[in-house]
T-cell receptor, first 116, second 116 residues
Framework: KAGVTQTPRYLIKTRGQQVTLSCSPI?????VSWYQQTPGQGLQFLFE???????NKGNFPGRFSGRQFSNSRSEMNVSTLELGDSALYLC???????????????FGPGTRLTVL | AQSVAQPEDQVNVAEGNPLTVKCTYS??????LFWYVQYPNRGLQFLLK????DNLVKGSYGFEAEFNKSQTSFHLKKPSALVSDSALYFC??????????????WGLGTSLAVNP
């Protein structure tokens, strides 16, 4: 099976702009989670989608949003970018469902976002 | 609050020596525990997990981890370290509460450096 793919791999934006990142999960996986990774803060959970519904949400401002499509592909959007949003954004997929709590997550390579 | 701690930011070990990366957790009830590894400029990869059963769990690349309920620990170990094991290691625990939407709680990561 193909792994988790994320596009684009690199992005450079300026403050105030908005950005959309895309994630295609492993075929058959219905759960998609998004994380922000920065050197000082480690992995910060953004949100999780399962069958097109947001199932969990981290402690990020409303500028961060996401959605999931019927084919399980997911997008996240960040509006009004700030310098502090510069980070590696990781997407992870898992089988989800009732067994989802003990299934491991499979990560994509990430999108490196730089905000100038 | 439920949490995971990786008490060492960095671990240094000589090639061929045994390595240990420490993880302790704080959740009520029975935990589901995971280890992931992140090689430079790559996404995270699943190493192993503990759900139930034998306290010694074997995973990828010769790694293993020991679940110790009394000490609330899940330390990652390898009998003989390789230079190629140099990477960032993350411990995670699934929240313990009712429902299927239990998110993963992540440690801040431990950087392992294996010296030739």
């Amino acid at each position: 099976k193909a792994g988790v793919t994320q596009t684009p791999r690199y992005l450079i934006k300026t403050r105030g702009q908005q950005v959309t990142l895309s994630c295609s999960p492993i075929s058959g996986h219905r759960s998609v989670s998004w994380y922000q990774q920065t050197p000082g803060q480690g992995l910060q959970f953004l949100f999780e989608y399962f069958s097109e519904t947001q199932r969990n949400k981290g402690n990020f401002p409303g500028r961060f949003s996401g959605r999931q499509f019927s084919n399980s592909r997911s997008e996240m959007n960040v509006s009004t970018l700030e310098l502090g949003d510069s980070a590696l954004y990781l997407c992870a997929s898992s089988e989800g469902g009732t067994s989802g709590t003990y299934n491991e997550q499979f990560f994509g390579p990430g999108t490196r976002l730089t905000v100038l | 609050a439920q949490s995971v701690a990786q008490p060492e930011d960095q671990v240094n070990v000589a090639e061929g020596n045994p390595l240990t990366v420490k993880c302790t957790y704080s959740v009520s009830g029975n935990p589901y525990l995971f280890w992931y590894v992140q090689y430079p400029n790559r996404g995270l990869q699943f190493l192993l997990k503990y759900i139930t059963g034998d306290n010694l769990v074997k995973g990828s690349y010769g790694f293993e981890a020991e679940f110790n309920k009394s000490q609330t620990s899940f330390h990652l170990k390898k009998p003989s370290a390789l230079v190629s094991d140099s990477a960032l290691y993350f411990c995670a625990v699934r929240e313990v509460r009712a429902g299927n939407n239990r998110k993963l709680i992540w440690g801040l990561g431990t950087s392992l450096a294996v010296n030739p």
